[in-house]
């Protein structure tokens, strides 16, 4: 009979593995097999041994348990392919078209409707195979109770025909000479009595903990055998498998003695108690220190290890950073890793769905799902070409002048305000070229540039026009992603190897799918297929731990041994991890079956968090602690064992992780009025807007006004008050234009207004937005119902007593400074209205009016900063002064005011005031004061700070101040 040896969690285990297999003093070990978890401890076993012997061997046959199962199925059945669970996905679409009521079956079905539950149904046959479940047992119990009908139609179908199922699954396998790892586990267990395994003189099985029922099967007859060893690490606690483990052989303890470097087995019972004894008090003599710091978020978590790595790290070679959630990876990278002088390696998976690359072919999928026959969404088309990988493409020509060429499309497409457009349209738009031309410094042609916005067409849009199935798909992107390694920096990103690696496995995969030839008649369903089946795919970064800093999941630390280690993400729900409900094989049933709960699963990380923590020498416990998240019931229990074995409570302090926040005052920026400045000053026109910006902040006004920095474009299918502002005021000039030096309005002409409302607005919206849906059309009816309200008020209040002077008028004039010179005056009007003898000026608003309005003052003010005090826009009195300087139409016969299109109110400038006297005698030397003020070449423009606009500025990096 086979050994059974027990040693400490401080132990390390592989070098412990390691000199029992060197005893043997040879040169050839290739007849000793040892079996661990997973991959990684075979990479140390080897280095162990090649420094120990110091010459040439032949190591050991070493093994992960996936791998020694697979062996044994191979040996006992060879020739088998293992199935990945796309094509095991569907050969179960297959097999459910034979249940009666099924209601996947085609035509009025689809695979990328079964999908979902054919993963689902996938991994529970998987699991049913690697706990030895048979058919028989399923056939006994009663499944249908467990599901409502009218709650999950579809999982009680499944779940009731799941023995047919199975069987027809398996039996389609065979038939196609494929396997899967529950398969193979199933095989191996069942037929282990025939494999010859002789070739193994020696067998190890080294940090097994949990076992499946087939490994549990394999292991138990191969301890049948005296030259094989079960080796497990513990330290006196109780843990349910190794329970278990007991009853197959005798259990022999190992320690390492201080004084001498050999093993002492003790196997004589009546000594056990006192061993014991003995080991607890050498174990709390060598506690790991544990510190434990709480974060309030992920980046306070990340910035706080990089504290801790700066201060504490000096032996990278033993230190481990592990990662309970492998969201946490990228942050780490960027904030932590990259910023230090640390070599490092990374072994754990990464969701596809969070790299780069997803995140372009993604936006190739959803430039094709918002398609209008030959016409592309805008917004999609340019977050398209505005990717890192795109827009920086070198193909017929430099990664500059590609990157001008697609600003030049942004801005020129946006301008035209249009949602969709064609692409042969935006080829033959010389001003997209020519702007972009005068830009790049060379003599590259216009001509040259549309060549290269063509051939980018071509390959990123045009090719993916043919694609209907999953072969074609595969091959599209396929193309993409080699195009974008030939011909841009993405191969020189950070992780770009094993991104674009795992992405071109991926596509093999679906390309040799056995699906690959279907046609998808709705390209939607081809789309959530590639979506879902991408949701599956974990990247796996498969490095060397050999040198350097060690980042990796909590699983992947088995069998491992680390000096200082480093945990991140310690949460409840995380670690352990909160166990989604599994809509088909509920708990009752997976009790019935005998199959691991999520209790058992939650042993099973408490052991591996156990055994982390207890080999290591300083340990730092990392959590987010806030309104929705606190510290892990492992982290708890920790805490409460370390106050009973020290008798008192707060032996673990929490260290909060402080972030360094600069309180020093920021400095104001200024720019001093250089002559180039002062030449653009000389020849301005000054608008109310100008003005008012100026009143905001000198900086954003020099920026905008200046040097005439504009802001981004918005799109035109983006909802903002911007975009409903153009839209409303656009509307409104179509409207009364017909107007415009007519007749005084009666009847007859409101009803016309009120007529073609509706037509107007629908015209402008579709000329924005194009076809309306959703929310455009929402808002649309939104601004209809403001508008008809608007004209009712207004011819109540002014039937028969109004005429239309103008709408959105452009007026000019100049004026005259104190030192002579003159400047001009501009503003564009909205609408202007003659009432009696009186001129009215309307400006429109489609908000509040209050940050509009403008209130009376009875001084003339100096500066900018007393004008700051009283005024909120001069807008109205302005409008009013450039009229009257264009007509010479007197004061009194002119007022302005606001209109609210949301709320109807107005607030008009004038009511019983002198109007001239305000306009001339207060108001016209106030803006001369603040205009003088502007072109002062002693007074640089400064930015404020203290304006409540700053955290709505368009310029906030050149100010140096971001919010």
Not at 445 to 459: E, M, Q, S, V, Y
């Amino acid at each position: 009979m086979g050994k059974i040896i027990e040693v400490l969690f401080s132990t390390d285990l592989i070098e412990f593995i390691a000199d029992r297999i060197l005893k043997e003093k040879r040169y050839d070990f290739s007849s000793i097999a040892v079996i661990f978890p997973h991959q990684r401890p075979g990479i140390y076993l080897r280095q162990i041994m090649a420094k120990k012997l110091s010459h040439s061997f032949f190591p050991p046959l070493i093994f992960s348990m996936d791998e020694f199962i697979s062996f044994l199925a191979q040996e006992y059945s060879p020739g088998y392919t293992l199935a990945n669970n796309l094509d095991s996905a569907y050969l179960l679409f297959k097999v459910t078209e034979e249940i009666p009521e099924n209601p996947w079956r085609k035509p009025n079905s689809s695979f990328n409707q079964f999908l979902s539950w054919g993963l689902k149904l996938y991994k529970i046959i998987e699991e049913l195979d690697i706990e030895m479940v048979k058919n028989e047992n399923l056939k006994s119990i009663k499944m249908g109770d467990l599901w409502e009908p009218s709650v999950s139609r579809h999982a009680g179908l499944l779940m009731n025909h799941l023995v047919q199922i199975r069987e027809a699954y398996h039996h389609l396998l065979k038939e196609k000479k494929l396997t899967t790892r529950g398969r193979n586990y199933a095989l191996a267990a069942e037929n282990i009595e025939k494999v010859n395994t002789d070739q193994f003189k020696i067998i190890y099985f080294a940090g097994l903990f949990a076992m499946t029922k087939a490994e549990k099967i394999v292991v138990q007859h191969f301890l049948r055998r005296p030259e094989v060893t079960l080796i497990r690490q513990n330290d006196e606690s109780k843990w349910t498998p190794f329970e278990e483990m007991n009853t197959w052989g005798e259990v022999e303890e190992v320690k390492k003695q201080k004084t001498e470097d050999r093993e002492q087995i003790t196997d004589d019972r009546n000594q056990k108690a006192e061993n014991r004894g003995q080991r607890m008090e050498n174990e709390h003599k060598r506690a790991s220190q544990i510190f434990l710091h709480s974060a309030f978020n992920t980046h306070c978590e990340v910035v706080g290890l990089k504290d801790i790595l700066l201060s504490k790290v000096d032996n990278h070679e033993k230190t481990a950073i592990v990662l309970s959630d492998p969201e946490v990876l990228i942050p780490l990278l960027s904030e932590v890793m990259t910023t230090l002088p640390i070599n490092y390696n990374i072994t754990m998976g990464y969701p596809a769905v969070r790299t780069p690359v997803y995140a372009l072919l993604d936006l190739f999928i959803k430039l094709q799902e918002t398609k209008r026959e030959n016409a592309y969404y805008l917004k999609d088309y340019l977050n398209l070409l505005m990717h890192p990988y795109v827009k920086s493409i070198r193909h017929l020509t430099e990664p500059t002048q590609t990157r001008i060429l697609i600003h030049s499309v942004e801005e020129t497409l946006l301008k035209q305000g249009k949602a969709f457009i064609d692409l042969c349209e935006v080829e033959q738009n010389s001003e997209i070229f020519r702007h972009a031309s005068l830009m790049i410094e060379s003599n590259i042609l216009a001509l040259d540039l549309k060549n290269i916005l063509t051939a980018i067409h071509d390959t990123f849009i045009r090719g993916m026009d043919k694609v209907r199935t999953f072969n074609q798909l595969g091959c599209y992107f396929e193309e993409v992603l080699i195009f974008i390694l030939k011909h841009s920096p993405a191969a020189h990103y950070p992780f770009s190897g094993e991104f674009f690696h795992s992405f071109f496995s991926f596509l093999d995969k679906i390309k040799n799918s056995m699906l690959k030839d279907e046609e998808f008649s709705n390209l939607k369903d081809l789309f959530d297929l590639f979506r879902h089946i991408a949701k599956e795919e974990r990247i796996p970064f498969k490095g060397i731990p050999l040198k350097g800093l060690q980042i990796l999941g909590i699983l992947e630390t088995r069998c491992l041994n680390f000096d200082k280690v480093f945990i991140l993400r310690v949460n409840e729900g995380v670690l352990p991890s909160v166990e989604s409900i599994d809509s088909l094989l509920p708990l009752p049933l997976k009790n019935a079956l005998g199959i691991p709960s999520h209790y058992q699963n939650e042993e099973i990380y408490r052991y591996h968090f156990h055994h982390l923590i207890s080999c290591a020498q300083e340990v730092h416990i990392l959590y987010q602690e806030n309104e929705k998240e606190t510290k892990s019931r492992f982290v708890e229990k920790l805490i409460w064992e370390e106050e009973k074995k020290r008798g008192q409570i707060g032996v673990l302090k929490v260290k909060s992780v402080e972030l360094n926040i600069s309180l020093q005052p920021i400095k104001r920026l200024e720019i001093i009025k250089i002559p180039e400045i002062l030449q653009v000053l000389s020849k301005m026109n000054f608008s109310a807007s100008g003005l008012n910006s100026y009143l905001t902040c000198p900086a954003q006004f020099y920026f905008a006004k200046v040097l005439e920095i504009k802001e981004r474009e918005k799109f035109a299918g983006d909802i903002d008050a911007t975009n409903i502002g153009i839209i409303i005021h656009k509307v409104l000039e179509k409207l009364y234009q017909p107007f415009v030096g007519k007749e005084i309005l009666g009847e007859k002409e409101y009803a016309h207004l009120e007529k073609n409302i509706n037509k107007l607005l629908e015209s402008v919206f579709i000329e924005k937005f194009g076809e309306l849906q959703g929310e455009h059309y929402l808002l649309k009816e939104m601004a209809l119902k403001h508008l008809k309200k608007y004209i009712l008020l207004e011819k109540k209040k002014f039937l028969n007593k109004i005429s239309i002077v103008s709408t959105e008028q452009d007026f000019t004039c100049l004026l005259n400074l104190k030192n002579g010179d003159n400047v001009c005056l501009s503003g564009k009007i909205d609408r202007i209205d003659r009432h009696d003898e009186e001129y009215l000026i309307i400006d429109y608003k489609t908000g509040n009016l209050d940050r509009h309005s403008f209130k009376l003052f009875n001084k003339i003010l100096q500066n900018r900063e007393e004008m700051k005090e009283e005024v909120k826009s001069f807008q109205l009195p302005f409008y009013v002064l450039l009229y009257q300087k264009t007509y010479s139409i007197p004061y009194q016969k002119i007022n302005s005011k606001l209109v609210s299109l949301q709320t109807t109110k107005e607030r008009f400038l004038f009511a019983n005031e002198d109007r001239e006297e305000f306009l001339e005698n207060i108001f016209l030397p106030t803006i001369k004061n603040l205009i003088e003020e502007i072109l002062n070449p002693e007074i640089p423009f400064i930015s404020d700070y203290k304006n409540k606009e700053c955290p709505y500025c368009p310029y906030p990096t050149f100010c140096r101040k971001v919010w």
